[in-house]
RNA sequence: GCGCUUGUAGCUCAGUGGAUAGAGCGCUACCCUGCGGAGGUAGAGGCCGUGGGUUCGAGUCCCGCCAAGCGCGCCA
């Protein structure tokens, strides 16, 4: 339970009393609404309750105000509970109680800021999941630094997490990598081939290539040598996404992103007791006639089902489509293994899908509002004046790697992440490479290394948090530090409700500010006052606890030096 | 043309229908006899794209218009 959750609860009780005790007339009382004044003269918590009443109970919401608030006792946690006009009642959190905090805080340690809202539910996140074709780009690391903190935070949340990565191994796409593979193959043997048009010209198809050749048995090397672009061998496409799948975990691992799994696209098709996921996924639209034959294809009847057209799953030629391939993929992840909540991490440009993707879940028999699809607009990077474009065709690409060798992981994952998924951002390389202070990242981290210095310098003077009295915390400083430590755990619900990651580095600013200003303005460590530097020590320590949950969740370090 | 997203300070961006719209960078002026100055304080800088509407109350919700990005394939 946060503070908001409390004091929602004790607000709804208030105007059910009021309404008991005949003081309010009785009418439904609305989803309770717990918000941050902007105004520090308006308390820590108000609510507009009153204002939200007052036409269903045809009265001054002043009065409702007055109701609600002489029935929430100014004890605990609350220093007071007043009634503003024109209809708030708003709430001080007491000195006391919040200068207590610090030793549950402290307490807490790593798992500070966890809740238990999730409840254990089942969530999967799969992003990036970029074909296996090429290196990761510079684009990609949006989605990483998005998917993962999203994964961090709904963990913490309390959700049973998975984060995964789709191979698609099994497409069109796919194709085309195994004929520029055989082609970069019989250039290595000597053979004058060229790639194909629409293939993949980067030179790490060569290194591929080599590999393969160099880890061949003589026997298969003779084979591949005579293999045809037409006709790419089942065998050497396979070691192909394969080798590629490993360049993108090293890619994606310099971003410090882990994954809990990589699903083969291509295990859809893979028949289990004498049939496919695919088959299974595409018998039960069947079933219900959402699956209709024309032109030579068969279609997905969409249409059926508000979409504005009809969209194909098995092409004329008999191949399927990808989008046959994630209807049967969200059906595995629904229905076989019956995750409760199911979040892809998508790049604008996959927007047009999400529609049909959602209405496919649905056919399948799948409330689609568990299916939710975070689309994050485009990156557009320049170095300067200079527009980059981003294209695997273009030989002006900017890899993932690249990013992270330049700005380092940190930088990377900071930049990526503070932006709305929903606005489009613009990242200079040039200025990502020059920073030094003026980069938050390190506002940040500076903070943490600082709080680390204070407290192992407290070590080496023998200055002890042990069993300080936290009650001495009382400096206006001291207590923002604390208010701003505690929106921690409320932060990470506002976060996993709404799959917005991007609040956590603006939030670390905040934390670190405060606790700039606070070392500005009260001295840690005086031998004069050996009581104050323990409470304030021990208030040290819970900032760092906070501060690295905080850089933890982003996937950051937290220095102890710098 | 249709769909999705965006338009807030010079720049990059926050902003759960609430009370006098914020941060960082940049700019101006300050603060070091003390624990890490990669810090702190103060100031200048806003018709919140635009026109309507809903509401006690709109940067936030709805509609139109303008502008930008992305998509509209039997590619993924």
């Not at 394969?242 to 893979?270: C, H, N, P, T």
Request: hydrophobic share 40%; with cysteine; proline share 4%.
């Amino acid at each position: 339970m946060t503070i908001r959750d409390d004091l929602a609860a004790l607000i709804r009780n208030a105007a059910e009393a009021a309404m008991a005790d005949g003081a309010l007339p009785q009418v439904p009382v609305p989803e309770i609404v717990v918000e941050n004044p902007s105004r520090p003269e308006h308390g820590d918590y108000a609510t507009n309750l009153p204002m939200r009443l007052a036409r269903a109970a045809r009265a001054n919401p002043l009065d409702i105000a007055k109701a609600i608030a002489e029935r929430i006792p100014a004890e605990g946690m609350l220093s007071a509970s007043e009634p503003a006009p024109p209809g708030f009642v708003n709430f001080r959190l007491d000195t006391k109680w919040l200068a207590e905090q610090v030793a549950a805080i402290k307490q807490s340690g790593d798992a500070f800021g966890n809740l238990t809202i999730g409840a254990g539910k089942r969530v999967q996140v799969e992003f990036v999941s970029a074909n296996p074709t090429g290196p990761l780009t510079a684009g990609n690391g949006r989605g990483a630094a998005i998917g993962s903190v999203l994964a961090s935070v709904l963990q913490a949340a309390g959700y049973d997490v998975q984060r995964e990565y789709l191979v698609n191994d099994a497409g069109t796409q796919t194709e085309v990598f195994g004929r520029t593979l055989v082609a970069r193959y019989l250039q290595l043997a000597g053979k004058s081939v060229e790639i194909p048009a629409d293939g993949y010209p980067g030179e790490y198809m060569i290194d591929v290539a080599k590999r393969i050749r160099d880890e061949s048995t003589r026997e298969r090397a003779d084979a591949y040598a005579n293999a045809t672009i037409e006709e790419p061998p089942r065998e050497m496409v396979l070691r192909g996404v394969d080798i590629m799948v490993e360049m993108i975990r090293d890619d994606i691992g310099k971003l410090g992103v882990e994954y809990d799994a990589w699903f083969r696209e291509r295990s859809l098709y893979e028949t289990n007791d004498g049939t496919s996921l695919y088959e299974t996924a595409l018998q039960k639209l069947r079933d219900q006639h959402y699956l209709v034959e024309k032109e030579g294809a068969l279609w997905f009847a969409s249409s059926e089902l508000g979409e504005d057209k009809d969209n194909v799953v098995i092409r004329s030629t008999g191949k399927q489509t990808y989008f046959a391939s994630d209807i049967a993929y969200h059906y595995e992840k629904f229905l076989a293994r019956k995750f409760d909540r199911v979040i892809n991490v998508w790049g604008a440009d996959h927007q047009g899908h999400v529609s049909r993707l959602k209405t496919a879940v649905q056919a399948l028999g799948v409330d689609p509002s568990r299916l939710e699809i975070l689309i994050y607009q485009l990156v557009s990077f320049r170095r300067g004046e200079e527009v980059v474009r981003l294209s695997k065709r273009s030989g002006n690409i900017v890899l993932m790697r690249d990013i992270v060798d330049e700005v380092g992981r940190d930088a990377a994952r900071f930049f990526f992440l503070s932006r709305s998924a929903d606005s489009q951002m613009e990242f200079d390389l040039e200025l990502a490479k020059k920073q030094s202070s003026e980069n938050p990242v390190y506002y940040v981290q500076y903070a943490h290394a600082r709080i680390a210095g204070i407290i192992a310098n407290a070590a080496e003077r023998s200055f002890s948090a042990e069993g300080a009295d936290v009650s001495l915390l009382a400096h206006p400083a001291e207590q923002a530090l604390i208010r701003k430590m505690l929106q921690l755990p409320e932060l990470i619900q506002l976060m996993a409700e709404r799959s917005e990651p991007h609040h956590l580095p603006h939030y670390a600013q905040e934390l670190a500010n405060a606790f700039h200003i606070f070392y500005t303005e009260c001295r840690v460590l005086d031998e004069e006052d050996k009581s104050v530097s323990a409470a304030r020590l021990a208030l040290c320590e819970a900032a760092r606890v906070a501060l690295a949950r905080a850089l933890s969740l982003m996937g950051m370090s937290a220095p102890v030096k710098m």
